[in-house]
T-cell receptor
């Protein structure tokens, strides 16, 4: 079964610090894609960053980066120099290649609060 | 910019009434997904269309909902008989058919059943 688990329900950090949000996944497939999304207070959900399972290099986009540990089935999101506007709910998601069913599997989300 | 349009943004129905919400996927996207979200919590998968055909859906959708994509530019999600537990934010999203592509979300339809 495919499953994505985010164990941190909520995190609070001080502005300008670095935060890591955890995500572990379960899959039988050899090839898959991992994504992080952000849901703002308005409810809007936006794509942040993607990691391809066959790539060893961690993806980086702006002040978002990933800590991909394939042997541990783990894909952490790292936000450096956090800003107040980073306060949101962050969802980890996985999408498979092999099955032909390209359904996304989402984690339960982690609420991040950045404090001034 | 990617744009998935959902209408209406807000919907109020009485228990027992029918509800319908629409989604216009991003142009060129062949995969459409619907999710239900209650109180800003987890995204509950409802149904997935690929090239307008339903590929996967949960039992609740089969039993109480109606979902179709009559064209590549329009999908709809309906609830035959609204119940209080159906009050939620319904999110439509779309993507290209390849597995390595991200999904783009609409702003959702917030359904309140009174």
């Amino acid at each position: 079964a495919q499953k994505v688990t985010q164990t941190q329900t909520s995190i609070s950090v001080m502005e300008k610090t670095t935060v890591t949000m955890d995500c572990v996944y379960e899959t039988q497939d050899s090839s898959y894609f991992l994504f992080w999304y952000k849901q703002t207070a308005s409810g809007e959900i936006v794509f942040l960053i993607r990691q391809d399972s066959y790539k060893k290099e961690n993806a980086t986009v702006g002040h978002y980066s990933l800590n991909f540990q394939k042997p541990k089935s783990s894909i952490g999101l790292i936000i450096t120099a956090t800003q107040i506007e980073d306060s949101a709910v962050y969802f980890c998601a996985m999408r498979h290649v092999n099955t032909g069913n390209y359904k996304y599997v989402f984690g339960a989300g982690t609420r991040l609060k950045v404090i001034a | 910019d990617a744009a998935v349009t959902q209408k209406p943004r807000y919907l109020i129905k009485m228990k027992g009434q029918e509800a319908e919400m629409k989604c216009i996927p991003e142009k060129g996207h062949t995969a459409v997904f619907w999710y239900q979200q209650k109180q800003s919590k987890e995204l509950k998968f409802l149904i997935y269309f690929q090239n307008q055909q339903p590929l996967d859906q949960i039992d609740m959708v089969k039993e109480r909902f109606s979902a179709v994509c009559p064209s590549s530019s329009l999908c709809s999600l309906g609830i035959r008989t609204c119940e209080a537990e159906d009050s939620a934010l319904y999110l439509c999203s779309s993507s290209h058919g390849q597995a390595n592509t991200e999904v783009f979300f609409g702003k959702g339809t917030r359904l309140t059943v009174v």
